[in-house]
């Protein structure tokens, strides 16, 4: 059962809404780098004394899990639209077998049937 374009486009727009939520959260803390989806965690300097120091690492090592993350995020999201326009959207990259409606709505990113 091929997804019909009504829900593509909604789950084209939930994809939409979804990078922007990303993008503006990274941005938040890192700097965009020229490759698309590719960031660079800032580091504050808030002082020279061991404990700011201290701090200043322990935000940035907690910063570049938390950039980690959301670029695997968005990564799956840029894939997923890209799968959108070449008509290849919705089918398990392990498998091969459609991924069911509940699952894309679920979280239309989804790469796999589970």
Same mark, same amino acid.
């Given at each position: 059962?091929?997804?019909? +374009? ?17 993008? $503006? ?6 700097? $965009? ?12 300097? !808030? ?6 120091? =201290? ?12 950039? $980690?993350?959301?670029?695997? +995020? ?5 894939? =997923?639209?890209?799968?959108?326009? +070449? ?11 459609? !991924?069911? !409606? ?7 990113? =989804?790469?796999?049937?589970?």
């Amino acid at each position: 059962m091929a997804l019909d +374009q009504a829900v593509i486009a909604e789950l084209k727009e939930k994809l939409l809404i979804e990078k922007k939520r990303l993008e $503006s959260e990274l941005s938040g803390f890192a700097d $965009s780098t020229e490759v698309p989806g590719d960031y660079k965690t800032a580091f504050d300097n !808030i002082g020279t004394d061991e404990d700011e120091n =201290a701090t200043e690492v322990e935000e940035y090592v907690d910063n570049l899990a938390l950039e $980690s993350n959301l670029e695997g +995020q968005l990564r799956d999201v840029d894939d =997923a639209l890209a799968k959108i326009e +070449q008509n290849t959207y919705g089918i398990c990259e392990k498998t091969g077998q459609e !991924i069911s !409606i509940e699952r894309l709505k679920a979280y239309p990113a =989804a790469r796999t049937v589970v």
